[in-house]
């Protein structure tokens, strides 16, 4: 038995095949993650280094450690959601090499066990997605943080919470924000959520969204995509807002903007992106049409209150596979999807590969850089040349090319006469 097999703890071995043949296909559709590949097996920018990841473990973040597993590196995974978890890509990676920790509807319990596992491997760097390696490391492990190089965090709620911690002058390692790159929120956050949000919405419930009216709570870059797609599949679209430029953002884009209470009373969709908790709340509810549906695409499942929810329901049901009932006492029904958890992971296959094609080339990127560079502790910006190589490389898959500025014109742009 392979050491990644004997260590590694995942629901079933025996759907490793199924598990390849989903990371092949996403392989075959994320072209810059091939390019590095290629070029990491003769560079070797990971030799013998240890290195844990913490991501939504499915076909996408799957061929990312095997891009790094490439580069030499001896990698252990835990799933970041275990809603999110597809066994068979687990034992797929387990089967390449990979040391695997989590399965499909985890219990906190197991999942908080998988996360210290995937430290346990004692890796010098990470890839964290919403900075949980990174708060179990500061809260229990102070000695092993102080050995970690670096690593990179994939997520706006992650990377709010490692600005507090590098704020406080606690932050023990460098960290590279993955999110602000342009190449990441401009088209992950955008597009991707957009719509993988919707596919998850459409395949789960089954109903149409054409002029039905969706509620979508924070116009971030995530909810700019969630609103746009919106409104291309024919929905009439409110935003709520608390930020007030990006409320004008909203009514200038051409969506209604008004406060959750007033919004509540008319929507049939509800979509939470706010990185925020209880943005959906109990006053919000009591306003809602019978029937209304809410999910959520931020990061934790704190956006829609259920403790509110519950304490409306007289009763709860499960009327759908990732679809929940909860029936007020007076009689109207309102249904939450995936528990509250992430609606494109949790009841689908996230964000679609050529998107987290370029998001994950900057995860290898940025882990590279941060492995190979020594930055001092805190939170650091991607540098804007791997951002420009990102964005050039997926031009170049394209066989886009564009134009370059002349000597004269660099010239004129840094002139001031
Ligand atoms: N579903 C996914 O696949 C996916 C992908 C990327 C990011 N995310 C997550 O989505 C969340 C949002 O990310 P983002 O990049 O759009 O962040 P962002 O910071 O760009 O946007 C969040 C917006 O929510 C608004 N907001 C905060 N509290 C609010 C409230 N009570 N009511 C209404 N609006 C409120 C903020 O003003 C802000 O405009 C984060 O948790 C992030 O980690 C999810």
Redesign the pocket.
Known sequence: MSQAREKSQIRDFALAEQGELKIDWVREHMPLLRQLEEQFRQTQPFAGKRISMCLHLEAKTAYLALVVQAGGADVAIAASNPLSTQDDVVAGLVKRGVTAFGWYGATQEEYQAHLREVLDHDPIALIDD?ADLATILHQERPEQAARIVGGCEE????IIRLRAMSDEGILKYPMIAV?DADCK?LF??RY??GQ??WDGVMRTTNLVIAGKTVVV???????KGVAMRAKGLGAKVIV????PI?AVEAAMDGFSVMP?VEAAAHGDFFIT????QY?IHKAAMERMKDGAILGN????DVEVSKPDLESLAVSVRRVRPNIDEYKLADGRRIYLIAEGR?V??AAGD??PAEVMDMTFALQALGLREVVQHSYAPGLHKIPRELDLEVARMRLQSWGVTIDQLTDQQVAYLHSWQ
Request: aromatic share 8%.
């Open positions: 919403g997520t706006t709620t992650g999110n929120h992950d956050n991707g959520t993988s949000v709570v924070g116009y971030g870059w995530c909810g709520t807002e608390v930020d990006r959750i992106v706010t990185g925020n943005v695409a931020g990061h934790f992430l494109n992971l996230g964000h």
